[in-house]
Structure formats: C-alpha cells, structure tokens
C-alpha cells in the first residue's frame, strides 16, 4: 500500500539519512506490480520471482543442470567436512568488546547452518557436550520474550539479551526480537526433544511451548537485522539461515505426528518463503548496453554501500541453505537461481593474478562488484578486500568427482571438472523419518569414482547403503559415516550407470519429476542443425532490430577451470554486449561445436547496407578475420 521513492545519495556513511535540497529535481522510473491476494504470510519476493518467470521468460539466462564450481579458491577446497563446534549458545563478554558493553550477552550458533552440533553430539554419545546446552537452555528458558501477535503466542530472544552495543553502533536501540540468532535455540530444543523425548517424556515436553512459540514468530517475523555488530541497522542475506534450518528441522522432526503435522507442512513452506525473502539476486542482465552480466549474484545486504555490487563473502552461507531448501521443497525457482549463482560466482574474483587456482587464499573474492554507476566500489570495479567462503553443500569433498545434495522433492549435484556428470532416476520416499533415497549415476569417468552425498536434517550414520551394477544388487560398504557431518556420505568406488541406494526407498515407486528452468540452451529458433535467424528488436527501444545469423561452426571449445587455456566460465545463450545480440551455444551439450576456427560462408547473402558485429577471440599472434564481399574485394 505504498511505494519508496529513494535519494541516491547519502552523508557520513550509511546510518545517516540524507535529503534533497530545496528546489532539487529527481527523475527516475519503475514498473509498479502488485497483488490483492497474497497471504500475509507469503513472502513479496516469492511472488515476486515467480511473475518475472511467467512474464519475462525470454530474458531469463539457462542454467546448467550440474554446475562446476571448480574454480573455487584453493583454500575453500574441502578435504573433508569441517569439524563442528560445541554446541554452546550462550556468548557471554564480561568485559565487552568493540561493538558492546561490558556484561553483554548473546546468543551465538552462527555456523549451526549446515550440519546439527546437537545431531553430532547424540551421535557421538557425548552427555558432557549435551549437558553443557542443557545449561545453556535453562538460562536461555528464564530471559525468554513471550509476546502475542496475530493472535498467536511466540517466544524469542532479544538482541543482546543482557547489556547493550556501544552507542557508536547503535546503543539501546538496536536491541531487537528480529534476528536470526535466536532460531539456534529452536534448532538446539527440537534436537533434544527428537532424541530424549522417549526417554525424558515430561523434561521434553516442557520444551515443546518454546519450540512453538518460535515457530509462530517465524511466520511472523517478516525482516532482521543486527546480524553482524558493524552493520546493525540492515538485513544481511544470511537473515535466511538459521531460521530456514530450524523450520527444516521443524518439518522433519513433527510432519508424521499427528498434533503438529500441519504446522510441519507449513514449516517446509514458510522456509521457501524466507529463502525467497533474503533471495536479493538479479535474475537477468540487469544492463544490456554495458558488457557485465550479474545474473544471478546478489547483494549482501541493504546499505547504501552495497548497492548495486554482487558480493561473496558471507552469501555463500545462503547459498548453502538455499541448497537445503530447495532438495527438500523441490521450487524450480529456487534450484534455477541456486544452479546459476553457484555457475557464475567465479566473478566475484578480485582483480588478482596468481599461477593457478590452487594459489589463491580466502581473500581471492570482493565484497563487492560495481555493476552500476554510483555503486561502492565504481562500475566495473571491485573491492579489493573480501573473502571466499566454503560452499558445504555444493563442493565435491576430497577426492570426490562430484557432491550430490538429495532431498525429498530434488536433487542438486555438482562437480570441479569439465567432465560430464549428472543424476537420473531419483527416488525418494517420504514416508519414513526421511533419508531413504536412490539415483542413478550417469558420468563419461572410465574409471571408479568418489562422490560425496549429503542430504540435509537427516542423520545418515545408520542408513543401509547399496550399490546396483550390472542388474546385481549389493551392499556397499566402502563407505565413510564423518561423525562431525551426520547427514553426509563418503561413497568411493562407483562408476557410470550405478545406482546408489540409500536406506529403504521404494524402487517400484517412478522415479520424482523435477520441475527445471531454463536449463536447455537452445538457439532461438530452430531451422536445420545450428538454429536458424531471428530478428530482435534492439535494446532500449531505438528503432531497428538485429538479425542473429548463425554460422556453420566445426569447432569444439574446453570449459575446464583446470585448463588456462580453455573457455572456462563461458554462459551460454542469448547474450548482449554493448547493446548488441549474441548466440553462444553451450560446450557442455552433446553437440558441442560452438565455434568456427576456418572460413564461413553465410547460408544467405546479407544484403546492405548493414553493420555486421562478430564474437571474435585471436587465437594466435597473428590471427585475425576479414569479409570476402561478393566483388572480391575483402575488408
């Protein structure tokens, strides 16, 4: 019921508002869409995205269907899952800090995003490490917010719940209930009530109005701040995080019990919704007349200095929950922009060059990525400061030729070569605790390969694994149960065509039909083996249109990170540089003749007058191109 209208200026940094002077003249423009449906708890962004996909389909970039994120910086390159910290929440600071006064306390478990420190402390049978949370918790219980909205009873926790940050960064009043923090208690409760609640029945059951009321807050909890001390005042992507575990967690936990079933089938929906929320990514080109292409990258959070900058450093943690919350909702759009960010991200690269990917430290990535003029760093500048974070649901741990992120609606693999990989057949029964699964391997690997498997809220240390080859089914035990990552699986020795099987799915069952976008490139129209021509109207309304020809190619490219000399990164698609259109096929396609490295003759003739633009890379010192016209004379 209202609309924004900024200023694109600001004073003192970011938490000082500034005005128009008197007599200023703002022009700017913007197409207004709304809804008189929406349910208040859907969240804007959701149905946001989903108009863009109906109406502007055109415009939307494919994806590939197993993306390589093998250009990840040699120190993210994971030899094994990342060990787990206790599982302590409450951050006490006796004698503060930078950001807060002395007697400040907080509630930590920032890094509870991935894997459950609870789930590994039962799995490991440490009572020290549980009794430690249990202490915890009994202090947590006491400073507890209980409040009502909506009719509904929640509880949280306040930002920090005793003392206050300095009055630099806010003071008192950036004490809020709207953080993230706090779902690590939830998170922390319904583990132990998923563990003891046979054995402890009236000790757990004292949890269950907090675990609740936790749950009605995260449907009514529609934005955060203060996730990080320097920043107070603004949302941060990783917002979604711990919130969108615990209602993962809470979904798994309570779908099959009578009493919360309903609440568990709207736990998986609001964490769509908040996976939406944070989901601040350009879905397109935001700007066809430059030769930057942000699709799919996203900004941090909402300060002015990062605005209008595609940013690394801590939205690889989103990334990691969007992975979980896509597997398990199966949302198209969700996996559509997870599969694009996780295929682009290599361009958040400082400007830095070292011998090889292997060289490059934590630092290798910008905070920042200037794709507008007026952004923080300048257009097409980038910070030189930043960091490269861990992608824990996408990198192929060790040795693994791939990492495989199963769920109950889909399926996310990815690899760190050029070589083809990818899951068919998918299987997955819900009607167990979760973690019975199936697929089928398909890899042009000659020889025996590692995968490393995850799938998420779901303890996998007991699960039965089998391998089916050649028609014959057997228990494989070449399997690795990491302690520190109960939901993960390292599976050596499989090969191409394998089925791998976890647990008891129903393999009588067909196998899940995954709903994917935009994941084939095809060229725009599709008269004989290399498309035909199409006429696109040109950028920005000028008259005239561009007339794609495409060209009779016979050459193959590599798009291998290990390779310098290769195309890795290239995007296929409908691709425009300065204004202009182009056609660049896919080299991960079965026919992967992209390119042309002889001459061409055009299967028309393009009469003039006319401006001929080409795609054009020198291969040799002295190699260059030039138009044989009708006459005989060249150009």
Not at 343 to 355: A, F, N, T, V, W
Not at 466 to 483: C, I, L, Q
């Amino acid at each position: 019921q209202f609309a924004a209208v900024c200023y694109p200026h600001h004073e003192k940094g970011y938490r000082h508002l500034a005005y128009p002077a008197r007599h200023s003249k703002i022009a700017s423009h913007a197409t207004l869409v709304w809804s008189l449906d929406l349910p208040s708890t859907s969240d804007p962004n959701r149905w946001l995205h989903q108009l863009f996909t109906e109406r502007y389909a055109n415009a939307a970039p494919p994806v590939s269907r197993t993306p390589n994120v093998g250009y990840m910086p040699g120190a993210t390159r994971l030899r094994d899952w990342p060990q787990l910290p206790p599982p302590r929440l409450v951050v006490r600071r006796p004698n503060g800090d930078k950001f807060t006064m002395p007697g400040t306390v907080e509630i930590g478990g920032w890094n509870w995003y991935a894997e459950s420190p609870v789930e590994a402390a039962y799995a490991r049978n440490d009572t020290k490490a549980i009794q430690a949370l249990k202490e915890d918790l009994h202090y947590l219980v006491r400073r507890a917010r209980a409040f009502t909205v909506g009719g509904e009873s929640c509880v949280f926790w306040d930002k920090p719940i005793e003392g206050r940050w300095k009055d630099e960064w806010g003071g008192e009043p950036v004490r809020t209930l709207h953080n993230a923090n706090g779902f690590a208690v939830g998170i922390a409760m319904i583990d132990i009530w998923r563990h003891e609640h046979a054995t402890h029945p009236q000790e757990s059951a004292s949890l269950l109005p907090y675990i609740d009321g936790i749950f009605n807050w995260a449907r009514h909890m529609v934005w955060t701040r203060n996730e990080f001390s320097d920043v107070p005042a603004s949302p941060f992507a990783i917002g979604a995080t711990l919130p969108a575990v615990f209602l993962l967690d809470y979904y798994f936990t309570f779908r099959h019990r009578p009493e919360r079933a309903e609440r568990a089938r709207a736990a998986l929906d609001l964490a769509v919704s908040l996976a939406y929320r944070y989901l601040a990514a350009w879905p397109s080109d935001n700007n066809v007349f430059d030769n930057k292409d942000p699709s799919f990258l996203m900004e941090p959070n909402s300060g002015a200095n990062w605005a209008g900058a595609p940013c690394a450093n801590e939205v690889a943690w989103f990334l990691d929950v969007l992975a979980q919350v896509y597997v398990h909702s199966g949302d198209a759009k969700l996996g559509y922009m997870l599969r694009g960010a996780l295929d682009r991200s290599h361009l958040l690269y400082r400007d830095e060059e070292k011998p090889a990917l292997e060289d490059y430290d934590r630092n290798a990535f910008t905070e920042g990525w200037g794709v507008y003029g007026g952004s923080g760093p300048g257009e097409d500048h980038r910070y030189d400061y930043g960091w490269a974070n861990d992608l824990l649901y996408a990198w192929p741990i060790g040795n693994a030729a791939a990492r495989v992120v199963c769920g109950e609606r889909a399926v996310l693999a990815c690899t760190k070569t050029a070589e083809h990989f990818d899951i068919e057949d998918y299987r997955s029964d819900g009607a167990g605790a979760g973690g019975d699964f199936a697929f089928r391997i398909v890899s042009e690997r000659k020889k025996p390969f590692d995968i490393a498997l995850s799938y998420p809220q779901v303890n996998l240390a007991g699960k039965r694994v089998r391998v089916e080859r050649g028609g014959k089914r057997s228990d494989w035990t070449d399997v690795t149960r990491p302690p520190h990552a109960p939901a993960s699986l390292y599976i050596r020795g499989l090969c191409n065509g394998d089925m791998v099987i976890v647990g008891d799915p129903r393999l009588e069952a067909p196998p899940l039909e995954m709903a994917r976008l935009f994941e084939a490139v095809t060229p725009p129209t599709a008269n004989g083996k290399n498309g035909g021509r199409r006429a696109i109207r040109a950028a920005g309304g000028d008259e005239g249109s561009f007339d794609l020809v495409p060209l009779d190619y016979d050459t193959e490219i590599k798009a291998d990170w290990a390779d310098l000399d290769s195309w890795a990164g290239w995007a296929s698609g409908l691709r425009w540089a300065f204004g202009v259109p182009f056609w660049l096929g896919d080299p991960r396609a079965a026919d992967c003749e992209v390119a042309r490295s002889g001459p061409i003759k055009f299967s028309r003739p393009i009469a003039g007058p006319a401006t001929l633009f080409f795609v054009y890379a020198a291969t040799g010192k002295d190699a260059w191109f030039s138009l044989a016209l009708d006459n005989g004379t060249t150009s």
